[in-house]
């Protein structure tokens, strides 16, 4: 029988394309993006965007985390878990978080060395990580995997921490080896982390769990080896996945019957059929965010300009002339058209400006 990851009912659009599931991180991308139809239909066929990017449309993507930055953040997850007490246990222990007795699911199930055994390791691992918890004890599961079900398609992730609190409810937790700078910190580096959190919170819930809206995330304490400990909720991230899950189906659904039978998220012209809302979160979480954006330049689509200025025009607008724009974004619009080469005439402002001779 075949796995229940690697089935759904986007599974015919693959194509030639490899099936790569979305993980926590990549749900939670789909479910801000979830105004996107392509984005939810690529993430629903179980399809990683960069290989629609490459395959379909010819684009050149950067794929996947450096080297550096996933040593660097192996060799922290090795600093935090050696020796007992370990650093993770004591800064879990001084926030009144778990206990230092951590249940390490990936030294029950080794992942194979190649991709081929990847699925089954991940379920034997669920069954694992669900049978620690089932247990009802103090420990605290360390790398686990867990199923989240969008619509009806199962996608397995795999929390860095489930830690169960006194009254048996249950908190996810995030290990990212970036520094903690206080209030300085990368908000949108720890909006993501929160999105993972709420998607692994989400498997909790659907598995029976009781959880608290909460995610830990432990962070590098900067000039120190020693982890940061935040707690913070997760209220907003929580409702967009939540409503992700309510919705996938439905936005897929209605993408799929734009598209003629037979069609594959390798083929160009499906691409090309889909529905898009490219936005300002586009170049941070899509790999198709250079394509959309070339083509929302060609449709004079104003969302170009970013979601605060698009608001204020019509579809369209920038091909229209300056008449038909608001006079305070008339600038922005100018200089944008002429960086991407839609007009080269200079602006009157330009032309009377001595400091642009
Ligand atoms: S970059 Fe394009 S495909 Fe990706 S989410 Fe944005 S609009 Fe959708």
Redesign the pocket.
Known sequence: MADKSTAGPGAFLRGALPFTPAGAAGLF?AAE?Q?????VL?TMAQVA?ADVASTALGEKVNQGQSPLALGRGNAFERQLTRGVPSRLGVALGHNGLGTDLFVDVTRRVPMPPSGHGREEALRRREQATLDVLADGGAATVWQGALTVTLGKVAFRVQPDLIIRDDTGRLRVGEVKSWADNGPRTSGRALSSALGQVAVGDLALRQAGHVTVPEAVLVLARPRSSDASVRVQATGREKALIDDAARAFPQVASDALRRLPPGSTLDQSDT?RA?P????D???L?????????R??VERGDP?VLGDAAAGDLEPGALLRGPNARPPLLQAAVDAHLRATGLTTAPTQAAEGDPTRA
Do not use: E, I, K, S
């Open positions: 991308a993006l105004d996107c139809a392509a984005h690529m965007p691409v889909l898009t809302a490219y936005g979160l586009c170049r979480r899509c790999a198709l965010a250079d394509w959309c954006r083509r929302a969302a």
